[in-house]
């Protein structure tokens, strides 16, 4: 096929106002769509604002007739630069498709516009005593459409897995325009190549989410939780092993090191004088008569793993207050930082205390502060790459980007993987090949060749 | 790219036995390699045995430069035809890689070979505390390549998923000979487009899977059920709704109709006269203490929606007895047919009994018996359409595979699909494009071609 490319942004304009009228279309687009949560900006030429899937379809026509870049974008809360058109182009924005079409009480599922806030979804099955356990950090921001893009996860993966467990089916409009229904509205199905999860974390380079088919399932009436300090990260992840090693299921355990707990102690109804100290979050969900005597002995296994001090998490408010210490780290790493990256690598359960040991080895061979936290019942942790302010005397000049491709090889040599739920986008597109081999590559490279022929769909991101 | 086609079979047994030595290699094979559990029989040209990934990779290359058909067996246990050569060629059986690689209690996965039978991976991980959910019928016999392949299910589906929930990473041997690494090893990762999951489900269409990473979780302690009889289907499946609604997550919840309960009568502990009676089978698994308080809440639901007759399933032995009932209905009705095929559709858990309200109306069209029974937490539906030993007399002569075809349609209107966990193989692949529309066809075939451009690997299976 020929492909065609079109500068002419004075027509592109015109002919998207004629699909979506004068309000859909932002000639002079700025904030905030030249940015997500990425270090990356770019702003794009022209921003477009579908409210169906029929002008979605009809704006992907007029890309692959004229032949200009679709980047599509949902809440902009990315870490990777997936959303942003660093090559220029029309970014397509779903933020005004935020319908759930349907939220199937009996057949437990729900049926979403992709620019629907995933928070919003969960409290409307919540509403209906269901659930939807995907939750992203950025939950009450961030879109369903975005978080199937990107394969989002959050603390609940130890027990509830990620957006992929959840996705039945999808719309989706594919680069020549043509609308496709791809899987199931239920909970199983095995009727040719499961394409929707093949969009599933394609981060927008193979088609555009519309609507998404998702499960829900039982609400669980309570949650408890906990949180516990140790005298050192392996005391907590031996403690990790020794709940789910006898029968515990979490719904969410989460690790601060020992240098993000110091900048976060402050925040604790208690003092720890040890700086080695590190903590965990621990929470159950289900039935309270099963969750109430259930935390007393994953509080009995801190004990014996050496617990310093425990905070107790029955209550809401007490929740909060764990989680708050939790939310801080961020904001904290952030003032401490002339510069930072988010890497959000996985590693082996069982590899996490090891791989976290060999920190400051990281942070003095690339003059860098690492701070580490994350997921400690999956493996994936944020380990926060930063630049001191104030650059450390000891050491050399910092290096970022060596730092950031010395993590990715350690962790893929521990059978990890260099993102566990950010993507790849733009951010780590030249850390791909570390993982994919060239076979595997040129089968994918092939796949993207096959949809897009004429690389209209969010081009130049995820490969190198 | 040429491909090339040796019709040679002394050849070809040559070069294979160069490979795989004399005892690899099988150049009259009969039974079992000329069927599995589908009405279908082809007798193969040869069989291969590999017992490396490495082997398999060498018979991959050596089909390709020959040009001859590779078929991948796991156990015969498919029902749907799509381990036979029906065209001919060689069966490529992954029989003798049957190893448990890495059962890692730290990190909570297993890599194994494709060969190994899932049940034997299910007990390996119990011995270790850890629980590997995924439980097809078949569970005994069949392996988790041939699960893989066909993305198989089970009773566990409504709170567990299904196979494709537990697949990480895919070791497979692609049509070129190469041998690709898909997805990870951990519970995250979003690195590329998702390889793993879309060689889950392809039935050997696009290469052969060698190993697997698969997710284990903490072994539940203790799983406790019951058995309730109602007056009718939809008594038993308000019964469902109530308990989903009310916060309660069984690991099982499947159903007989009264055609199958009437066929197995005769093994419950108690008579039942009423001939619309149905059936459910509930459990529910997790801490002793939680779930013995908790079946009693789920009893009294059933009690309030009208059961007539509960079994209790406390002890091992009682369970046993329940599932005794539910595993006999299957031969009762190959007792009871001359001919018969076993459909594995989905339909919306809140349209089942609705959708065999309607069965005597197929039954009545078509001329055929039709019993159901299945999974009424997820709503696949194990429809058995028979062909009566004696016909009829009051309807016309019986036409199996129209209503097959007529079932599948009236599926598709209810926003169901045509296969929940059998997969299409050859049994269903004229229907195939009642429920995938052209646009995505096409892309599929697309990505066959892609992948197998000189179709060698399970050559017409799955697309018409």
Redesign the interface.
């Known amino acids: 096929m020929t492909c065609t490319t079109t500068p002419d942004l004075d027509r592109i304009a015109e002919e998207l106002t004629a699909i979506l009228g004068p309000q859909g279309v932002l000639t002079a687009p700025g904030e905030p769509y030249d940015r997500d949560s990425s270090p990356f900006t770019a702003a794009p030429d022209i921003v477009a604002l579908p409210e169906t899937t029929e002008q979605v379809s009809r704006i992907v026509r007029l890309a692959s007739r004229l032949g200009f870049a679709l980047i599509p974008r949902g809440a902009g809360t990315g870490t990777a630069g997936g959303c942003l058109p660093l090559s220029g182009g029309v970014v397509i924005s779903l933020e005004r498709m935020k319908r759930i079409i349907t939220l ?6 729900a049926h979403v516009e992709a620019g629907v806030i995933t928070g919003e979804l969960r409290d409307a099955a919540a509403g209906q ?1 269901l659930f939807f356990p995907p939750d992203p950090a950025s939950l009450d921001t961030s879109t369903i459409g975005g978080n199937v893009a ?2 989002a ?1 959050g603390p609940a ?2 027990k509830y ?2 957006m ?2 959840y996705v039945l089916g999808v719309e989706a409009v ?1 680069p ?1 325009g ?5 899987g ?12 929707a ?2 969009l ?3 981060e927008g380079t ?1 088609g555009i989410i519309t609507s998404v088919y998702l499960k829900l ?5 309570a949650t408890v939780g906990l949180a516990a300090v140790f005298p050192s990260l392996p005391d907590a992840m031996r403690t990790v ?1 020794a709940v ?6 979490p719904s969410a355990i989460e690790f601060l090191d020992h240098k993000c707990l110091g900048l976060v102690g402050d925040k604790l109804p208690f003092s720890v004088e040890d700086k080695s100290a590190s903590l965990l979050i621990i929470e159950l969900d ?2 309270t ?3 109430t ?2 935390i007393d002995m994953v509080a009995a296994i801190c004990t014996e793993h050496g617990a310093t001090h425990l905070m107790p998490g029955g209550t809401r408010k007490e929740r909060d207050t764990i989680w708050n210490v939790r939310r801080e780290v961020s904001t904290r790493i952030r003032e401490h930082a002339a510069r930072s990256f988010s890497e959000d690598v ?6 996490i205390a090891s791989f976290i040991a060999e920190v400051p080895d990281f942070e003095n061979r690339f003059g860098l502060d690492i701070f580490a936290f994350g ?1 400690a019942g ?3 942790i944020h380990l926060i790459l930063t630049v001191p302010r104030a650059a450390r005397p000891d050491t050399q000049a910092p290096r970022l980007e060596d730092g950031i491709e010395a993590v990715a090889r350690r962790v893929l040599e521990l ?10 986008g733009e951010a ?1 597109k030249h850390l ?1 090949p570390l ?3 060239p ?3 040129r ?2 490279r ?2 993207k060749q ?2 897009d022929p004429c690389n209209i769909m969010n081009p130049g991101k ?2 190198p």
Chains 1, 2 share one sequence.
């Open positions: 199937d009480t009996r057949s437990l599922y005593g990107t394969n996860g993966c130890v897995g990620v992929r467990d594919m020549d043509e609308v496709i229904q791809a199931v509205r239920t909970r199983k199905g095995v009727v040719g190549y499961d394409m999860h093949l599933t974390g394609s193979l399932i039982p609400l669980p009436p092993a789910l090693g006898r029968g515990h299921l289900g039935r008569e099963a969750i005597p259930e996985v590693v082996p359960i069982g590899s997921h999956d493996g994936n059978g990890g993987t260099i993102s566990g739920e950010h993507g790849v780590k791909l993982e994919i081999a076979a595997s590559l089968l994918q092939g796949i096959l949809f995820v490969f």
